[in-house]
């Protein structure tokens, strides 16, 4: 006979608007920890609608979650919402207070920073919305994955998977985290080099932040001055 | 005033034991082309127990699923159960019939096989199943992503990202994929080089080909010899 793993409590937080692959990348990769738990928490146990068409059933409320051993706040364009909502940013705080990891993917370290959890700590988040790390008193580290003591913030989206990695071979060992590699067939080849504004054609870049990053830059500054 | 883009149906098969980072990183990337709408269709209208500790709510069930202008097949664990069931391979013969791309990660493409849709094609699935293609008729090509008229195979679980990038460069041309891999922040950097057996450290392999793919092999093998 084995032991069990002692259980390793996960909690991402849910919300309409999310990235779902903010979450849905880490949770493929931290669910293979030897005694993985994974809680989704929401407001409400009631479907949340992702960015992507589709709909995930939370497991829990946030009144009803478990202490998290390892928090991890994904982000999206929902994300405006959970800046504004004090219970989400409590529940986080509250969270955050025991948990062994307090981690973001995206967008979602700009909730971490609304709750107050990144003064005076090194953070990045979504390329576009890096500038408004220090207004939460932080400092944006230019890498995919930063960690700074027991926080652990990504950049955008797919920097999730890479992050969830790192975090694994923390936790579990090198090993480990290069079996589930494996098992993943994580070997990525994209087709073009355009995941990042320093190597993306500069027309793309600038459509991308006409057309939607610009603005929705100014919205959350304007957001976080405001609170 | 702008037209609207034409609707693009894109159907995901859904079950329980799905691993769902094949339907999600492609699912993150498609719902972006101009004019889709993402369905995802499951035997009944109930939440899909992934395999990473959550569930999914589909959208439709089988019977009541639009005709799909691309379907996918997403593969994990589960698959064992829809190779089996001849109600989802008649949905996929239905829906692949009429469609204009016919397409899988990982082992998805199994389903695919076993509804009879890789006849004297090429394709791929995960890096430890490639042997069971040609037992569908199919002859294995050796890469992450691989095209043969419609039908598009994808290796595993993560090289459905980098399919789903080359499917929108097709459909909505490559400026719209680069614009996407950006806004993904798509720029992998693993923190390991073990995402295929051609690379991950021979132990490693050999450790998990022991304790999960020779076994999982075997018993799709004998489940597909079976039919």
Redesign the interface.
């Known amino acids: 006979m084995t032991d069990s793993p002692k259980p390793f409590h996960i909690v991402f937080l849910l919300f309409d608007g999310i990235?779902?692959?903010d979450f849905?990348?880490p949770?493929?990769v931290l669910?293979r920890i030897p005694g993985?738990?994974?809680h989704?928490a929401a407001k409400a146990v009631q479907?949340i609608q992702t960015?992507?068409?589709?709909?995930?059933?939370p497991?829990t409320s946030l009144a009803g979650c478990p202490q998290a051993d390892l928090l991890c706040v994904p982000g999206g364009f929902g994300i405006r919402g959970v800046i504004q909502d004090e219970a989400t940013l409590q529940f986080l705080r509250d969270q955050a207070a025991a948990a062994e990891y307090v981690t973001s993917v995206?967008t979602g370290s700009l909730a971490l920073g609304a709750a107050g959890l990144l003064k005076g700590k090194r953070a990045t988040s979504?390329?576009a919305y890096t500038g408004l790390l220090e207004k939460f008193g932080a400092t944006h580290e230019k890498a995919?994955?930063v960690k700074d003591g027991n926080l652990i913030t990504a950049?955008?989206?797919?920097?999730g998977?890479?992050f969830a990695?790192?975090v694994v071979?923390e936790i579990a060992g090198?090993?480990w985290?290069?079996?589930i590699?494996?098992?993943?067939?994580?070997?990525?080849?994209?087709?073009?080099n355009?995941?990042?504004?320093d190597?993306?054609?500069p027309?793309?870049?600038a459509?991308?932040r006409e057309r939607?990053y610009d603005r929705q830059a100014l919205d959350l500054a304007d957001i976080i001055d405001r609170q």
């Open positions: 990235t779902q692959l849905t990348g949770a493929q669910c993985a738990v994974i989704t479907p960015d992507s068409g589709f709909a995930i059933l497991s995206c979504h390329w995919r994955v950049g955008g989206v797919t920097s998977i890479d990695l790192t071979a090198q090993q985290a290069e079996s590699q494996l098992s993943l067939e994580y070997d990525p080849h994209p087709p073009f355009s995941g990042h504004p190597v993306a054609d027309r793309t870049l459509l991308m939607v």
